[in-house]
């Protein structure tokens, strides 16, 4: 059918909670499980749909938190969501190494990391991570990772 048809997973285990994705690297698996080849897919971030748990509200809206990780890949200093690569059915497609930025993953329009054609049963794995400029302070951000 389309991109209701994409499961995501993270070692075997379907992903139905937010990821905690910290400064290692961490591995998304994409499965196309419809019976239909899908194309043109990619990466980008959008405001988040969850504002975390009671215990660890944000310190803002989810608007300023994807506005924060925008320009964290915006400043040219290491910070942001990276893209480290992407794979399909275990061979690696593309080493990206590119953070989330203005014009690159911030939007549908602007989809990172162009993902192959995925037929049916196909499975593509990103590996991403969340860096922290050392002269930011660190905090919790939330922002919806999004496959299209």
Do not use: C, W
Request: cysteine-free.
């Amino acid at each position: 059918m389309g991109v209701e048809d994409l499961t995501f997973s993270q070692s075997s285990a379907a992903i139905n909670d937010p990821l905690v994705v910290g400064g290692t690297n961490v591995v998304i698996t994409i499965t196309n499980s419809g019976d239909d080849s899908l194309t043109g897919l990619g990466i980008y971030i959008s405001p988040s749909t969850f504002s975390g748990p009671f215990s660890s509200l944000p310190d803002g809206t989810p608007e300023n938190d994807y506005m924060h990780v925008l320009s964290l890949g915006d400043s040219g200093v290491t910070g942001g969501l990276y893209i480290v690569e992407t794979s399909l059915n275990g061979a690696p497609t593309v080493a990206v190494n590119q953070y989330i930025r203005s014009g690159y993953g911030d939007r549908l329009a602007s989809k990172a990391a162009v993902i192959p054609n995925l037929n049916a049963a196909d499975y593509v794995t990103v590996s991403i991570r969340v860096e922290t400029p050392t002269s930011a302070p660190a905090r919790v951000l939330y922002f919806d990772f999004r496959v299209e």
